[in-house]
């Protein structure tokens, strides 16, 4: 798997990362075991979570399993920050004490002493940037978190946060795929300029560039889930379809597997250091990591470029 730096960092990432979205709720214990051994013995080594995940589970799994099924050295935390309040509403809590009190509590359940990438969200401008750019230079100063970063900014949110901050604004994660392409407008021309590097999530359309959606619903699919289905539905209608097939006919003419050909054109975008992968088993898992990281053929990639340039 290659690996690539994440902006003008000196720190190396895979090109495909492991997200944990799904553990604590669809994937149990011994499953993310089997998932963590293969990533690793597949070369990849950037690890996704977020104390929000299932309410901090996610992270618990995975802390158990550093140091028993991996080494922490061997691999690359990503953290997303904020914790998630109930008052008048579920809601995301990204004051500063918000923040870093979920880091506190993601150390804890991750049982290490630092992360790689700690990851602050977009306030929406419910708190003030400065607040947020307070909270990542408390993390970084005192050794918490190795790099900082953004996660879900707009373009113009990520280049207010670099120029604001004294300090490298290293990482953004994005939602990015060839079903939504809304980071290339401001983010990904603003991380370019400004040397930041991109984790992407959703790179399969949230499964749906998979093309298991094409003819029916799945039974044992997201789609098919009360709790996820929210999620999917967005894709599942209108452009999105379009797309979908012209992945799907494009994979025919390759003999490739339609999630190979979306991975392919979404990790050779400028400053994408990764796509970062969600499954619910280790074999969705095993179909992704033996996917070729080569870059599609030229004419292939303009195809599907055109076919979905946003409007």
Known sequence: MQWRNVGDSGQQVSALGLGTMAWGMDVEDESAREQLRMFIEAGGNLLCTAPRYSDGQAE????????????????????????TRHWGGRRLDVSRKGLLDSLDASLSRLGTESVDFWLAP?????VPIEETLGALETAHRTGRA???????????????ACA?????????????S????????EAIPAAKA???????????????????????TPADSRAASDVWAPY???????????????????????ELPPQDVALRWLIHRPVVAAAVVGVR????????????????????AEVLDEVSAPG
């Not at 190795?146 to 207010?160: I, Q």
């Not at 999917?232 to 390759?254: N, Q």
Request: hydrophobic share 40%; with cysteine; charged share 20%.
């Open 122 to 126: 977009s306030t929406g401008g419910d």
């Open 281 to 300: 088993t280790s074999h969705q898992l095993k179909e992704l990591l033996d996917s070729s990281d080569n870059p599609l053929p030229a004419q292939i």
């Open 232 to 254: 999917v539905e967005p894709y599942l209608s209108g452009r999105p379809v379009r797309v979908t097939e012209a992945v799907c006919t494009a994979a025919k003419g390759l």
């Open 146 to 160: 190795r790099y900082v970063g953004v996660a879900n900014n707009t373009g113009w949110e990520l280049a207010r």
């Open 194 to 216: 400004l040397g930041v590097g991109i984790f992407a999530w959703g790179p399969l359309g949230r499964g749906v560039l998979t093309g298991k959606y094409r003819s029916q």
């Open 60 to 83: 618990a799994m995975l802390g158990a399993l550093l140091g028993d099924a991996v080494a922490r050295s061997e691999v690359v935390l990503a953290v997303q920050g904020g914790s």
């Open 164 to 176: 604001t901050a004294g300090f490298p604004v290293t990482a953004h994660e994005s939602e990015y």
């Open 178 to 185: 060839l079903l939504n392409r809304t980071a290339e407008r």
